[in-house]
């Protein structure tokens, strides 16, 4: 499911800020990125994000940006001095003695700029932690407003398949009359109204009339969409709406194949498009 969340964490010689992005992916797929005084936490706050989360492509970062007063980068002055001789004496061979030049390039130089590893911090990383829930709250919160769209469009969707159905309701007795109308008018132009024998045609006709009928798939299609829109209320229904649609979707094609009608196939298909509208923003929904 997409979502985001950000929040910042202004402490004495540095700025930490904290990230979650995620997009959708039917499981939980957790990426995460923290600074290394912070990596003996990392189980910690992976088993969190796994709880809260609970599905999505999810990426999760922790930046931090030392301010100058905080900065522990220190000068290795042995080193600079040995490479900065070295260059120097290059430069003049070449005729080429630019002072400003070889400063530049030397504190480029391999480890001439040593960084102090920074120990982990039990009040500092207190703190942290504070921003990272704040962070998932906010992440929570986008999943929240999203979700109630989602919710919205899926009431909608569900609604025209069901206007849909109505439809159907009006349409299936004048197809069985049609279905009788169509029988008679065979028979009468292939074998003659005279030889008819009315017992064996009422016969008959209920075998196509029980062939045709599409009273259960309307009455259980009905019942299923009541049903997805009721699971909607439930927490963490994402799968259980998706069998759902699967059932919608087996009615409405037994519809379209017993109905043999082509103003009801043509309902059918449209439907069908709601259907899979449903389905496409099925894979947002947790």
Same mark, same amino acid.
């Given at each position: 499911?997409?979502?985001?969340?950000?929040?910042?964490?202004?402490?004495?010689?540095?700025?930490?800020?904290?990230?979650?992005?995620?997009?959708?992916?039917?499981?939980?797929?957790?990426?995460?990125?923290?600074?290394?005084?912070?990596?003996?936490?990392?189980?910690?706050?992976?088993?969190?994000?796994?709880?809260?989360?609970?599905?999505?492509?999810?990426?999760?970062?922790?930046?931090?940006?030392?301010?100058?007063?905080?900065?522990?980068?220190?000068?290795?002055?042995?080193?600079?001095?040995?490479?900065?001789?070295?260059?120097?004496?290059?430069?003049?061979?070449?005729?080429?003695?630019?002072?400003?030049?070889?400063?530049?390039?030397?504190? @480029?130089?391999?480890?001439?700029?040593?960084?102090?590893?920074?120990? +982990? $911090?039990? *009040? =500092?990383?207190?703190?942290?932690?504070? !921003?990272?829930?704040?962070?998932?709250?906010?992440?929570?919160?986008?999943?929240?407003?999203?979700?109630?769209?989602?919710?919205?469009?899926?009431?909608?969707?569900?609604?025209?398949?069901?206007?849909?159905?109505?439809?159907?309701?009006?349409?299936?007795?004048?197809?069985?009359?049609?279905?009788?109308?169509?029988?008679?008018?065979?028979?009468?132009?292939?074998?003659?109204?005279?030889?008819?024998?009315?017992? @064996?045609?009422?016969?008959?006709?209920?075998?196509?009339?029980?062939? +045709? $009928?599409? *009273? =259960?798939?309307?009455?259980?299609?009905? !019942?299923?969409?009541?049903?997805?829109?009721?699971?909607?209320?439930?927490?963490?229904?994402?799968?259980?709406?998706?069998?759902?649609?699967?059932?919608?979707?087996?009615?409405?094609?037994?519809?379209?194949?017993?109905?043999?009608?082509?103003?009801?196939?043509?309902?059918?298909?449209?439907?069908?498009?709601?259907?899979?509208?449903?389905?496409?923003?099925?894979?947002?929904?947790?």
């Amino acid at each position: 499911m997409t979502g985001f969340g950000k929040a910042v964490c202004e402490l004495p010689q540095k700025k930490v800020t904290v990230e979650i992005r995620s997009l959708n992916s039917r499981q939980l797929d957790l990426n995460m990125r923290m600074p290394s005084q912070y990596r003996e936490k990392e189980a910690e706050v992976r088993s969190e994000l796994s709880r809260t989360t609970e599905r999505g492509k999810v990426d999760f970062s922790v930046y931090s940006e030392t301010s100058a007063e905080g900065s522990n980068s220190l000068i290795n002055t042995t080193l600079f001095q040995a490479y900065y001789k070295e260059m120097e004496r290059i430069a003049a061979s070449v005729g080429q003695p630019n002072h400003a030049d070889i400063l530049q390039i030397v504190m @480029r130089m391999p480890d001439v700029m040593k960084q102090e590893r920074q120990e +982990f $911090d039990e *009040t =500092e990383w207190a703190q942290v932690s504070v !921003t990272i829930k704040q962070a998932v709250e906010s992440f929570n919160n986008f999943r929240e407003t999203e979700g109630k769209v989602l919710a919205s469009e899926f009431e909608q969707r569900i609604g025209l398949i069901l206007a849909k159905l109505a439809e159907i309701h009006v349409l299936d007795p004048q197809r069985i009359s049609a279905v009788r109308e169509r029988l008679q008018k065979a028979l009468h132009e292939n074998v003659g109204g005279d030889k008819i024998d009315q017992n @064996r045609f009422e016969q008959e006709l209920i075998y196509y009339l029980e062939k +045709f $009928d599409i *009273t =259960e798939e309307k009455l259980r299609l009905q !019942t299923h969409c009541e049903y997805f829109l009721q699971t909607m209320n439930e927490a963490s229904s994402g799968r259980k709406l998706g069998f759902i649609t699967q059932e919608i979707g087996r009615e409405i094609n037994t519809i379209g194949s017993k109905a043999n009608d082509a103003a009801i196939q043509k309902i059918v298909v449209q439907m069908k498009d709601e259907l899979e509208k449903i389905k496409e923003q099925l894979l947002n929904v947790l």
